[in-house]
């Protein structure tokens, strides 16, 4: 159940930081990972590697800057 709540909220959002998630279902980063992971490797899901700190910045939540994305279907 939380496995579809995770993906219809990325379908409505997009893009997503997973301290957002942790926040909006009050759940621990480390129990959301493996579920974002199933649906990386159904294909629904790809997680960003953009993400940089700046600088030396030590200050940001690092789960702040790990995004996850929907990825549309094409058919």
């Known amino acids: 159940m939380i496995l579809k709540a995770i993906q ?14 942790k926040r909006h279902f009050q759940i621990d980063g480390d129990a959301l990972k493996p579920m974002l992971n199933k649906l990386i490797k159904k294909g629904r ?5 953009n993400t940089k700190k700046c600088n030396s910045c030590t200050s940001c939540d690092p789960d702040a800057l790990e995004f996850y994305e929907w990825i549309k279907d094409e058919g």
């Open 8 to 21: 219809n909220f990325l379908i409505n959002y997009n893009r997503v930081s997973l301290a957002d998630m």
């Open 45 to 49: 899901v790809r997680k960003l590697s």
